[in-house]
Every structure is written in C-alpha cells, then in structure tokens.
C-alpha cells in the first residue's frame, strides 16, 4: 500500500476576462505554484533528496535565463558556471514574454528529469491554454514556447555533463566491515543512498572537498570517550522526549520514502524531501516580503544552487568518513530494544544533511532578504502537520538541524559541525556568482 498526500497538479485555465496576459503570467505567485506543483512530481517519482535537488537546481537555471534575458536587472550566468558559455540569446525582432517562457523554460526541464510525463504535460498544456485564454496573440506565444524550449535544451545539454549518469553506472558501494562504520539500518536496511553523489559537477563551489569539515570525534566503545557521551545524549534525549520535541522532529521529517510496519503489514510513505521543504519556504518568503516575478526567480535560483551544493559536500563527509549512526551503536554497546523516534535514513551520519543544506538556503535568503523578518511555514500542511512560526529565517534552519538531533538520527555534534558547513557552503555560491547588474561579485 502506497500513501501520498498530494494537492491537485494542473494549474486551473482561468475564465477570460479583461485581466491582460502580461498580468498573468507577471505574477510570482505563479511562478512558485508551479515550483510547488513540481515538487508534487519529485515527491510521486520518489526522487531521493541529492536528485531532487539537481532536479530544482537546473529547472530554475533555466527558468531564470529566460528571465534574466528579458530583464535589465539581472546578468546571464554566461560564462560563470562551469563550462557554462554561450547561452543562446532571444532572436532579434520576435516578440516574447519573458515571464511565460521562463515559467515554460521551468517546467520543460522539470518533465525532462523526472518520470510522471502525463502530469507535466499537463502543466505545461495548462500553461499554453492560460495564454490563449488571457489573449496572448499567436505569434508571441509560439516565440515564446520556442525561446523557452531553446534555453531548456541548453541546460538539460550542460546537465549531462554533471557526471549524473556516470554515478548511475558506478559500482555500488561497498559496506566497511570496520568497528565504528555505517551498516543499513531497520526496519528496510536499504542499502546506501547516493554514494558517488560527491562526484557530481558542482554549481558555485570548486570542488565536492571545499567545504569539508574536520575529522569527527574518534569512534570508541568506552564510557567516559567523548564519542560515549555523544551518543549518549542522543539515547538520554531520546529516552525521554518532551511534546515540543516531537513535534520539531515530525515536522521536519520530510522523509521521501518511509517503511512503515505494523505485526506483518508493511508499507510505505511519501513526503516531500528537505530541499522540496525549502523550495516551499523560499516561496513563503517572496510572497511575504512582496517580490516581484524576476526577483522571486532569482531568489529561487540562487538557494536552489546552495541546496545541491550543499547535497555534494555533505555527501562528500558522509561517505569519507562513514560514520556509525546512533541506532546501530545503541543496539549493539548499550540497549538492543532502543529505537530512534524518526526512521534512520539510509547513508552514513556525519554530517547532518539537514542541518547543512538548511543553512546553506537560510543563507542564501537572508542575504538577500534580511534575517530580521518573521515568517509562518505551511509547507507540512498536505501531510497534516500544523503551520509553525518563525521569527528568523535562521531560527528555522536552526530548528531544521537540531530537529534530526530530536529524531534520534544524529549526533548532536555532527549537526554543529554541518551548520557551518551550511553556511560555509552558502557564502561561497554569494562569492562566485554575479547574478544581479550591481557590478558585484555576489547573488545579491
């Protein structure tokens, strides 16, 4: 039995009426509904959360070239990206709208890398009919169409270059026999999530390796190690969990498979990954600070880019050092019957992935809009969890990190250590690239 909770997909044909195309598809808000509407199909085609995230990463790329061709506010990202050069400019005398092919750009690469076709189709014909209906003459739409299949196929063309098929192909990972390393856990014990992701093409940062952080603490069996006491605090938390504790926990869960058990029925559920989580909470933050359509594109794109680098990095620690998550070490050196209160994800512990790529994002957003805004986050609404308020976009990767922590699923010091590396990450895409005309070498 599959669950899944899901909102409807099409993007709904407007009555005509005197409202002019260009308000339409001027509108941010329909740009980040049909984010959302993707996530809904990376969340069906249960993408893991390093995929998803290339997912949103290219698809705004593309989206956001269109925009920034059409725009005198924001620079092409010609040339600034690895191997990255020559994006096709509009041809000279055709009319476009820039805000509809950029939200077709969107979707174009989306459909091309994921599987539910029937349901991107969908969109997409659900867009073309929005134009016609608001009065779109024919030969702007079709210029547009075309202006937008052109860019998406230059990005899906510098996509496959990002090693992503070759780690399809990799040989499968090995499981260490050493004391002290990652083994597959219960109650699915998957094997290994990813485990060459460190060899994809980076977006911003130079390499997989430039944000690694330090070696973690020692592994050792005895009482009174620092690694001992690490743990330790994860089984005394966890043994005596407060209410506000699980709640943080199993709001950020954001588990894209979980295998559920009950005596002999097994089956799984669907939510949304932690990228997903924050696509949602950067579409929050537009409405709520009232950006304009390219500015929301630009927004999106940029933490889009701080998430899969964040993904590469992080997966880069895990798979280096391999660390023994907290459910293994408990049930074999202090309490066999002990369970985590979240499901253990299926890749090694240090460090946090959701501490890293939250901060990487919260860094990216407050950069641009300021860490002194408050926010309500209503992402978790389909999977039944009440809205939560922040007072900061930090305060919420904050809570992000430590929520893992809460689940039983992370030591706390691995989460630490991925907070500034989060952040670390985060900077780094603000230093390389130059996206608005500011003459500066920054996001922003």
């Known amino acids: 039995m599959l669950a899944f909770a899901a909102t409807t997909l099409i993007i709904a044909s407007c009555t005509p009426t005197k409202k002019d195309y260009d308000t339409v598809f001027n509108d941010p808000l329909l740009y980040s509904k049909t984010t959302g509407q993707l996530t809904e199909v990376i969340t069906f085609d249960i993408f ?99 202006y937008a299949d052109q860019i998406a196929k230059f990005v899906l063309t510098w996509a496959r270059k990002d090693n992503y098929a070759e780690t399809r192909s990799a040989s499968k990972y090995t499981v260490p026999n050493d004391e002290g390393k990652w083994i597959p856990t219960p109650p699915g014990y998957f094997q290994a999530v990813e485990p060459h992701w460190s060899e994809i093409r980076t977006i911003a940062m130079d390499s997989a390796s430039q944000c690694s952080p330090p070696p973690p603490i020692a592994f050792s069996k005895e009482k009174g190690t620092p690694f001992y006491a690490m743990v330790k605090q994860v089984y005394d938390t966890i043994t005596n969990m ?23 029925v097994m089956y799984a559920t669907k939510a949304m990954t932690p990228g997903g989580h924050w696509q949602g909470i950067t579409g929050i933050v537009c409405k709520d600070q009232k950006a304009d359509f390219d500015q929301t594109v630009y927004t999106y794109t940029g933490v889009s880019f701080a998430l899969m680098d964040a993904f590469i990095s992080c997966w880069q620690a895990k798979f280096t050092w391999n660390m023994i998550r907290p459910e293994t070490y408990i049930n074999k050196y202090m309490d066999e019957n002990w369970k985590p209160y979240l499901q253990t994800p299926p890749f090694p512990e240090y460090t946090s992935g959701h501490a890293e790529i939250s901060h990487a994002a919260a ?6 809009y300021g860490d002194n805004i408050s926010f309500v986050d209503s992402t978790e609404r389909p999977w039944g969890w009440k809205d939560k308020k922040f007072n900061s976009i ?28 989060g952040l670390k990450v985060g900077e780094c895409v603000l230093k390389k690239l130059s996206m608005q005309k500011s003459g500066t070498a920054s996001i922003k």
Request: with cysteine.
């Open 394 to 421: 930090m305060e919420a990767a904050d809570e992000a990190g430590v929520s893992r922590f809460y689940g039983g699923i992370h030591y706390l010091h691995s989460i630490e250590v991925a907070t500034e590396q």
């Open 48 to 146: 893991t959360p390093p995929v998803a995230s290339r997912i949103y990463s290219y698809s705004h790329l593309a989206a956001y070239e269109v925009m920034a061709h059409g725009s005198d506010k924001y620079n092409s990202l010609d040339g600034q990206l690895k191997d990255y050069k020559n994006v096709p400019a509009p041809e000279k005398g055709k009319k476009i709208n820039y805000h509809f092919a950029s939200i077709m750009a969107f979707m174009n690469v989306g459909k091309a890398l994921t599987f539910s076709t029937n349901t991107t189709d969908s969109i997409i014909g659900s867009l073309k009919q929005l134009a016609t209906d608001h009065g779109m003459p024919e030969d702007e739409l079709n210029n547009s169409v075309a």
């Open 363 to 368: 860094k990216i957003l407050t950069h641009i």
């Open 242 to 264: 407060t209410p506000e504790q699980k709640t943080i926990a199993d709001f950020w869960d954001c588990n894209g498979f979980k295998l559920n058990v009950v005596g002999h």
